[in-house]
């Protein structure tokens, strides 16, 4: 049995407005068009399979997340990351101010995984997690996820 060392809850829906539907929707639909015409059905079928994905998976996902660090590991929501399966963690910030926790997993193909935090909770948590994992220096956003935030992907 493990001890709650802490625990958060965040809101991850993303408040799109409606002309972002409107575009996206027929961004899929101009470019599967043009490249049906231009005989490229295979290019057709997978932005059809990419479209439907994104939406499936968006639609599915839950609005709050709940966060807990343990003693043995990090549960977020419903899946455990054992503290010897995370490499190191650190805050990623947007103009001085925390935004994400990134966990660095010792994973081959998900390497990374952000959690929402703010400010307040930013120290609670760097006590909790700096008596297991190790931490690295602060980092900035890059600029695909500046884009990423901006286009609300």
């Given at each position: 049995?493990?001890?709650?060392?802490?625990?958060?809850?965040?809101?991850?829906?993303?408040?799109?407005?409606?002309?972002?539907?409107?575009?996206?929707?027929?961004?899929?639909?101009?470019?599967?068009?043009?490249?049906?015409?231009?005989?490229?059905?295979?290019?057709?079928?997978?932005?059809?399979?990419?479209?439907?994905?994104?939406?499936?998976?968006?639609?599915?996902?839950?609005?709050?997340?709940?966060v807990k660090i343990t003693t043995n590991w990090i549960k977020?929501?419903?899946?455990?990351?054992?503290?010897?399966?995370?490499?190191?963690?650190?805050?990623?910030?947007?103009?001085?101010?925390?935004?994400?926790?990134?966990?660095?997993?010792?994973?081959?193909?998900?390497?990374?995984?952000?959690?929402?935090?703010?400010?307040?909770?930013?120290?609670?948590?760097?006590?909790?997690?700096?008596?297991?994992?190790?931490?690295?220096?602060?980092?900035?956003?890059?600029?695909?996820?500046?884009?990423?935030?901006?286009?609300?992907?």
């Amino acid at each position: 049995m493990s001890d709650n060392i802490y625990s958060w809850k965040f809101n991850d829906t993303k408040n799109r407005w409606k002309m972002w539907y409107i575009i996206a929707i027929s961004i899929v639909i101009w470019s599967t068009i043009w490249w049906f015409f231009t005989k490229q059905y295979g290019l057709s079928f997978i932005i059809l399979l990419i479209a439907w994905l994104y939406y499936f998976v968006e639609n599915n996902s839950v609005d709050t997340v709940e966060v807990k660090i343990t003693t043995n590991w990090i549960k977020i929501d419903w899946v455990f990351y054992d503290y010897s399966s995370i490499e190191s963690f650190w805050f990623i910030y947007k103009s001085e101010s925390p935004i994400w926790l990134r966990l660095n997993l010792n994973k081959k193909g998900l390497r990374y995984i952000d959690v929402k935090i703010t400010r307040k909770n930013m120290s609670d948590i760097k006590s909790s997690l700096s008596n297991y994992i190790e931490e690295s220096d602060k980092i900035e956003l890059t600029i695909s996820e500046k884009m990423i935030n901006l286009l609300k992907l």
